[in-house]
């Protein structure tokens, strides 16, 4: 089992920052895939940005050039970087795992980002 603890959602008025960051612990393999996606309101869940060990971020292309995902040293944290936010960002961004392979994932509970004047 692997536990994920999402934070760092909030309000944000347009052109503005926020830093996400989510901590897994349990069963954490060397190797694996942890990103984000997100959920906008009445909308489908979709991909925001993933970071495999030893590999090349992937992003969604409605968030190139403005997000930025990165790994903590000890391969059980992810972050997102937040920038230029636009009201069409407004979801809940939910934390992702995979292990080694991509047969086992897993969610975290999802912080809600919500960027409006």
């Known amino acids: 089992q692997v536990q994920l603890v999402e934070s760092g959602g909030g309000l944000v008025q347009p052109g503005g920052s926020l830093r996400l960051s989510c901590v897994a612990s349990?069963?954490?393999?060397?190797?694996?895939?942890m990103g984000w996606y997100r959920q906008p309101p009445g909308k489908q869940r979709e991909l925001v940005a993933t970071s495999t060990s030893g590999s090349s971020p992937d992003y969604g292309d409605s968030v190139k050039g403005r997000f930025t995902i990165s790994r903590g040293n000890a391969r059980n944290t992810v972050f997102l970087q937040m920038n230029s936010l636009k009201p069409e960002d407004t979801a809940v961004y939910y934390c992702?795992?995979?292990?080694?392979?991509?047969?086992?994932?897993?969610w975290g509970q999802g912080t809600q980002v919500t960027v409006s004047s």
């Open positions: 992702r795992y995979l292990n080694s392979g991509g047969s086992t994932s897993y």
């Open positions: 349990g069963s954490i393999s060397s190797i694996n895939t």
